[in-house]
């Protein structure tokens, strides 16, 4: 398996000389997996660091081999992979499942797994549960839930039994029917406070990092610099440790409009669109297959 070497990690993300370049987390030179204490460890050096969704054995290959250090099995298979309006239909059958996959298709990245709408509202015991399943099943390194100071004891519960948790801030997309859409959080001082102490409060709950999604960058800033575990922003502004975006959206898959925070790296929705016609046109056209693509 390849991974990126220092030499080609132009942006010289850990800045603290050749042994810190070597234990980045994007572009590091380490091929064992990667694990929470790896991402503490690059807090501390203060490394930037990127995430992405995969919902699949193959997609999450490639981006193990482009050495992405952390991918998030995302609840946000409901609609990117599922076929779901939203994130809340999701199961834990489906998680697990998909799940799965996308550890068999990796070797280095750590993998969280999201815990689904209504696998954890009840309370630290359900959680334990279905955390469990998706550690001791799925074979993921870590799992992630949403909300903050409500969700603070199934976090504890969690990391007592020896699950990292990663926790998620801000915009909980879980929540759409109570929001009626997805508006951008903590603006205004009481929400920004709210937002505040929900951070704080994953983090005194024993989380290892925070997703921080649809909070307004300076609030995002702040966040960042009074806690001592890592912020993964989305719609979060630059000044986060790490950031994360869905995949499909990253890479130009997702049909009509994304959010105005994703920046498109590709245009694979066109490229797969050509190609799929391409083969269309050359078998109805006989152009395919000739006596190269036969046997004999
Ligand atoms: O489900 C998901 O993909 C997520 C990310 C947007 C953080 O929760």
Known sequence: MTHVSPAQNQSGSSGNGPAAAAKALY????????TVRDISAAKERGEKWPMLTAYDAMTASVFDQAGIPVMLVGDSMGNCHLGYESTVPVTMDEMTLLSAAVVRGTQRALIVGDLPFGSYQEG????????TRLIKDAGVGAVKLEGGERSAHQIELL??????VMAHVGLTPQSVNAYGGYPVQGRGEE???????DAKAVQDAGAFAVVLELVPAELAAEVTRSLHIPTVGIGAGPDCDAQVLVWTDMAGMTDGRVPRFVKQYAELRQSLGDAARAFAEDVVGGAYPTAEHSFR
Request: aromatic content about 0%; proline content about 7%; cysteine-free.
């Open 159 to 164: 990391v007592q039994a020896g699950i990292p």
């Open 124 to 131: 630290p015991v359900q959680a334990l549960r279905n955390a």
């Open 27 to 34: 572009g590091g030179t380490g091929s064992r997996r990667i």
């Open 191 to 197: 929400a920004a406070q709210q937002l505040l102490r």
